[in-house]
């Protein structure tokens, strides 16, 4: 699979996966692994995720990138939020994003010192809605963040206006969250691919489409897919290995998508 800044370039993501449940945790994250993927993103908001996958992790934390979040409404909470997730993951977080922005002024002296101090490796801060962006804007340009996470798909392009020709400005890798679709857009992923269109784009299904269109964009360090079908994550996989679409590829899935 190809690498980027953040490792290879299709990760895993946990938003309505497996939960709580280590069993299943572990089955996904280690179909995932075996099909190359080794960043997982996680967060304390996402139902018990975060100690499951730390469950998952066994003998294979020393390969993974564990990129979490704080999502804390005060300093207290969020480093309480850290201490755990330091216990669960052998005593590092290699990134660590503040989550929808959530008191990012206030958690940054401490998360820095964390970092400083090597429990940290990479911060980050995320969004999910557009309206924000101009507040992840200030943020990157403290230049005290090395990892932005956003919204990056066909439907979801906001991104592209300012927030990454500012990324590549500073030297930001680029998680793309979201990048089926979004949750509770079925629709977008109901597109189906007869066999010249999958031809044409060189891919096996409409979510490989969709995670090639989001890496055919340089900026773009890591795609994170969420699923809890193990089988899903090495059909997502194959969007790693190129080769990238071209533009006139690109946007015939951009008119692919006008029809979801």
């Avoid at 993927?37 to 993974?64: F, H, K, N, W």
Wanted: charged share 30%.
């Amino acid at each position: 699979m190809e690498t980027r800044r953040l490792g290879p370039v299709v990760g895993l993501g946990t938003w309505n996966t497996f939960g709580a449940d280590v069993a299943l945790g572990r089955e996904v994250v280690g179909a995932a692994y075996d099909a190359g993927t080794r960043l997982i993103d996680t967060s304390p908001m996402y139902r018990g995720a975060e100690q499951a996958l730390g469950g998952a992790l066994d003998r294979i934390r020393d390969d993974v990138i564990v990129a979490t979040k704080i999502w804390a409404g005060s300093v207290e909470e969020g480093r309480e939020q850290l201490a755990r997730q330091l216990d669960w993951y052998s005593g590092r977080v290699e990134v660590e994003q503040v989550h929808n922005l959530l008191l990012w002024r206030e958690h940054l002296d401490w998360l820095r010192a964390e970092q400083e101090a090597g429990r940290i490796a990479k911060l980050g801060v995320t969004h999910w809605q557009p309206s924000a962006f101009d507040a992840l804007a200030d943020a990157l340009r403290t230049k005290r963040f090395q990892v932005l996470q956003v919204p990056y798909n066909p439907w979801e392009r906001e991104c592209e206006r300012e927030l990454l020709p500012l990324a590549a400005e500073l030297g930001v890798a680029v998680i793309a969250m979201r990048p089926l679709g979004g949750s509770g857009q079925d629709r977008r992923r109901r597109v189906q691919l007869d066999g010249e269109q999958k031809r044409e784009l060189g891919v096996a299904s409409w979510a490989e489409a969709l995670l090639e269109w989001a890496l055919a964009d340089d900026r773009i360090d890591a795609v994170i897919p969420a699923t809890s079908k193990p089988a899903r994550v090495h059909e997502n996989a194959r969007a790693g290995e190129g080769p990238r679409l071209t533009a006139a590829q690109r946007g015939f899935v951009e008119r692919l998508a006008e029809t979801a």
